[in-house]
């Protein structure tokens, strides 16, 4: 079972909107490489997993897919607060959707020069599941062989061309919005480029002969070098709710990238941050509910949480 914390797994920083950041950060998101292919070729891989004697390794890939659910999260809202309203767009939120914005400006037509159009024509100014060219995410990027040692090799190489492809998203924005997320990803990518790493090597595999993590140099990057300084490359979560995942039997002792530091595999989940829904955006129609029809949805989401206290407790 899965359950769902409403906090963002890292804060989201402030910033203008960029829809040009935006759309580069789509291949973060859904490219061949980016966390829609993660999250799902993880999951996939510790669901099929087979052999009962190897479960700390399904339980680490579980774990790590689990995560990659979040970074989904993550990164797609990054993307829908950058596109988040035209910088050239001032006008008032109860204006009516027919009017033009201050000074004669089309709340829209920065769709017309800048991004993906699909952001503004499609998604109401949200993230989609495509790459910066705008490929659909397809499921055969998904690569589960069904042999632990193929699956590992794999997914090791999967992070280290992700992690190089987050640094160069980095080098393309300054925007604080998509850097903070950008730093974030860049540094769990080589958690986890370390935890696929050490458990090739406890499979006697000398994955460092034949398939090198490439040398980014992310450090130089402010909010990287702060995040690493923190450790946070050598922290695996179990996201284990029932204290039964077996990935610190793999996920421990001296770091796979040589930094001087000891991995951690005991921590179930990061404090996480607050999270908050985006304001409506009247030019898009979204989210298009009348006054009577946003009574009944809020009554019903307190039935709902009113059943949840019931079933599970109040949550705290």
Not at 28 to 44: A, K, S, V
Not at 171 to 178: I, L, R
Not at 226 to 250: C, H, K, M, P, W
Not at 283 to 297: C, V
Request: glycine share 10%.
């Amino acid at each position: 079972m899965y359950f769902h914390l409403q906090q963002w797994i890292n804060e989201i920083a402030e910033d203008e909107p960029d829809p040009a950041a935006a759309n580069a950060l789509q291949e973060g998101l859904g490219g061949q490489f980016g966390e829609m292919r993660t999250m799902m070729q993880y999951l996939f891989q510790s669901i099929n997993f087979r052999g009962p004697s190897g479960k700390p390794y399904r339980d680490l890939i579980q774990g790590i897919g689990t995560e990659e659910i979040s970074h989904v999260e993550l990164i797609g809202t990054t993307i829908s607060r950058l596109l988040d309203g035209s910088p050239a767009y001032q006008g008032s939120s109860t204006d009516p959707v027919d009017q033009p914005g201050a000074g004669g400006a089309t709340p829209l037509s920065i769709a017309m020069s800048e991004s993906n159009i699909h952001h503004y024509l499609v998604g109401a100014q949200g993230a989609l599941p495509v790459d910066a060219a705008g490929n659909p995410w397809s499921g055969s990027y998904v690569y589960n062989s069904g042999n632990l040692v193929l699956d590992l090799l794999y997914n090791l190489m999967l992070e280290s061309t992700g992690r190089l492809q987050k640094c160069r998203l980095y080098e393309m924005t300054s925007n604080k919005t998509a850097r903070s997320t950008i730093s974030y990803l860049i540094v769990r990518d080589q958690a986890h480029e370390n935890a696929f790493a050490r458990a090739l090597e406890t499979l006697g595999v000398n994955w460092q002969t034949a398939l090198p993590i490439p040398k980014t140099n992310g450090e130089q990057f402010p909010e990287v070098k702060e995040l690493v300084e923190r450790g946070l490359q050598s922290v695996q979560y179990t996201f284990d709710l029932g204290n039964q995942s077996e990935a610190g039997r793999i996920f421990q002792g001296a770091s796979p990238s040589n930094d001087g530091t000891d991995l951690d595999g005991s921590r179930q989940a990061p404090a996480g941050a607050p999270s908050f829904i985006a304001p409506e955006r009247f030019e898009e129609f979204s989210p298009g509910t009348d006054a009577e029809l946003r009574k009944l949805i809020e009554a019903t989401a307190e039935m709902e949480m009113a059943d949840i206290d019931l079933t599970f407790g109040a949550m705290k």
